[in-house]
């Protein structure tokens, strides 16, 4: 079936380090989202990217979508401990007649040692 | 004060016996979604409803029912047929399926024993 591929599935990082995820798909996306879910909690939504090449900021986060729009990455700039969760990616395919699917991916979970 | 409720936070069950999860949102949301996450599995759709008295089958339908009667409210049977029912339970909703960002419930977890 369609898939959506995210890496590394765990990363550890120092605190002040720079973090990244990268996501993949089989198949031509509709759009990519990423999702934020904290210890405990349940999935945020953070972004959404839809064009080719598209590029979104949000502070110390950098999202991408690649020009095939099969591709994606999530760039944390100086991590800090408040950056600490599992960040899914999820990616929206158009399966025909009208009907749509988010396919997640099995996301990364960044530890931020202090 | 809008968004998804999930109920119960906890639920504990005998194994063999059906359990119905509650999904209600009040958003106004045409499509709902329920996910079932497991330990490094991230998250597997069950089923999705585009519209009112409509839904699909995910990719991990089996031992499970929905129905959407209500625009609001989404419940989620599992059934004595699932093999392994233990999980964390997350509703979510969006305007519409084809291209909004989901909104997700506080989840249930459920335990099967």
């Known amino acids: 079936g369609q898939q959506v591929m995210q890496i590394p599935q765990y990363q550890h990082v120092q605190e002040g380090e720079d973090f990244t995820t990268y996501c993949n798909s089989s198949?031509?996306?509709?759009?990519i989202q990423w999702y934020k879910q904290r210890p405990g909690g349940h999935p945020v939504f953070l972004i959404q990217?839809?064009?080719?090449?598209e590029v979104k900021k949000q502070k110390r986060l950098t999202f991408q979508f690649g020009e095939a729009k099969k591709n994606s990455s999530l760039h944390i700039t100086a991590t800090q401990t408040t950056d600490v969760g599992t960040y899914f990616c999820?990616?929206?395919?158009?399966?025909?007649?009208?009907?749509?699917?988010?396919?997640f991916g099995k996301g990364t979970k960044l530890s931020v040692i202090p | 004060d809008g968004g998804i409720t999930q109920s119960p936070k906890y639920l504990f069950r005998k194994e063999g016996q059906n359990v119905t999860l509650s999904c209600e949102q009040n958003?106004?949301?045409?499509?709902m979604y329920w996910y079932r996450q497991d330990p490094g599995q991230g998250l597997r759709l069950i089923y999705y409803?585009?519209?009112?008295?409509?839904?699909q089958k995910g990719d991990i339908a089996e031992g499970y029912s929905v129905s959407r009667e209500k625009k609001e409210s989404f419940p989620l049977t599992v059934t004595s047929a699932q093999k392994n029912p233990t999980a964390f339970y997350l509703c979510?909703?969006?305007?519409?399926?084809?291209?909004?960002?989901?909104?997700f419930g506080p989840g249930t977890r459920l335990t099967v024993t």
């Open positions: 979510a909703s969006s305007v519409r399926a084809d291209s909004y960002e989901q909104y």
């Open positions: 198949t031509t996306l509709s759009n």
């Open positions: 990217l839809v064009k080719s090449g």
């Open positions: 999820a990616g929206l395919i158009d399966s025909g007649a009208g009907s749509y699917q988010l396919t």
């Open positions: 958003l106004n949301h045409d499509a």
């Open positions: 409803s585009q519209i009112v008295n409509d839904f």
